[in-house]
């Protein structure tokens, strides 16, 4: 052979054409699975070599075959925040970094992402309660509001989020709060035992302002509950207003919509 193909056969180009990176393919190269075949100038060093050493040929050529080292890459099973504990344990178990190796795809490091329950707008007041007395005319007068009864000193929550602007004694209502929720309207609750509340603090819906109680003009344990429009001493039916706010207090108004 002329020393011209030689050099060819010897170059760069030819040596590494089976790893030539295609532009726009991201695939890894394949891995030779048998030994790699010698030819050219690096065969007759190695045989020259094996001849002046008082080797055999095929001593040579298996003394010149590299060992191979298998290499495990683990393959993505699922999305990062869909992988549950015991798939992170699996995985956690399994090599990452080990000598020699390819490092494996870890997913042991990945947090699912905490994803906060929504934050209800407007809750019951009193759930643990039963409707005794409703919106209206009672007892030749007007009653203002919703009577729920529960056992004393069940906590009262506040049944959304706003401003505490008026919190204890209140005449008949006995021991009562008012909390302007920034709306429009207004929540009142009345005859509790206990105010937890003070004027002017913040609180959100489900807060506990108060404990259920038969202060003021009461004949037992109970809240009294009204919802004001616009301002104080305005009152509407709360049972719906609360239905139209998305919670259900059954027993006094056929909802509409």
């Given at each position: 052979?002329?020393?011209?193909?030689?050099?060819?056969?010897?170059?760069?180009a030819?040596?590494?054409?089976?790893?030539?990176?295609v532009p726009g393919?991201?695939?890894?190269?394949r891995?030779?699975?048998?030994?790699p075949?010698?030819?050219?100038?690096?065969?007759?060093?190695?045989?020259?070599?094996a001849?002046?050493?008082?080797?055999?040929?095929?001593?040579?050529a298996?003394?010149a075959?590299?060992?191979?080292?298998?290499?495990?890459?683990?393959?993505?099973?699922?999305?990062?925040?869909?992988?549950?504990p015991?798939a992170?344990?699996?995985?956690?178990?399994?090599?990452d970094?080990?000598p020699?190796?390819v490092?494996t795809?870890?997913?042991?490091?990945?947090?699912?992402k905490?994803?906060?329950?929504?934050?209800a707008?407007?809750?019951?007041?009193l759930?643990e309660?039963?409707?005794?007395s409703?919106?209206?005319p009672?007892?030749?007068?007007?009653?203002?509001?919703?009577?729920?009864?529960a056992?004393?000193?069940?906590?009262?929550?506040?049944?959304?989020?706003?401003?505490?602007?008026?919190?204890?004694?209140?005449?008949?209502?006995?021991n009562?709060?008012?909390?302007?929720?920034?709306?429009?309207?207004?929540?009142?609750?009345?005859?509790m035992?206990?105010?937890?509340?003070?004027?002017?603090?913040?609180?959100v819906?489900?807060?506990q302002?108060?404990?259920?109680?038969?202060?003021?003009?009461?004949?037992g344990?109970?809240?009294?509950?009204e919802?004001?429009?616009?301002?104080?001493k305005?009152?509407?039916?709360?049972t719906?207003?609360?239905?139209?706010?998305?919670?259900?207090?059954?027993?006094?108004?056929?909802?509409?919509?």
């Amino acid at each position: 052979m002329s020393d011209r193909f030689r050099s060819l056969e010897d170059s760069p180009a030819v040596q590494h054409r089976a790893f030539r990176v295609v532009p726009g393919r991201h695939r890894a190269p394949r891995t030779p699975v048998g030994p790699p075949v010698l030819g050219g100038r690096a065969r007759s060093v190695i045989l020259t070599a094996a001849v002046v050493a008082g080797v055999g040929v095929a001593g040579a050529a298996a003394g010149a075959t590299p060992a191979h080292t298998d290499v495990t890459v683990r393959t993505p099973t699922a999305v990062y925040t869909d992988l549950v504990p015991s798939a992170v344990e699996e995985l956690a178990a399994g090599p990452d970094q080990t000598p020699g190796r390819v490092p494996t795809l870890s997913y042991a490091r990945v947090q699912r992402k905490n994803r906060p329950e929504p934050v209800a707008r407007w809750v019951n007041p009193l759930p643990e309660a039963s409707v005794t007395s409703c919106f209206g005319p009672r007892w030749g007068r007007m009653h203002e509001g919703v009577d729920l009864a529960a056992p004393s000193g069940t906590p009262i929550r506040a049944a959304g989020a706003g401003v505490v602007v008026a919190a204890g004694p209140a005449d008949g209502y006995g021991n009562a709060v008012l909390i302007d929720h920034g709306n429009g309207y207004l929540t009142h609750y009345g005859h509790m035992s206990v105010v937890t509340v003070i004027a002017g603090q913040k609180v959100v819906a489900g807060q506990q302002i108060g404990n259920e109680g038969s202060t003021g003009h009461s004949t037992g344990p109970h809240l009294h509950f009204e919802v004001h429009d616009g301002h104080y001493k305005n009152p509407i039916e709360p049972t719906q207003w609360l239905h139209e706010h998305g919670v259900d207090i059954p027993g006094c108004v056929t909802f509409t919509n």
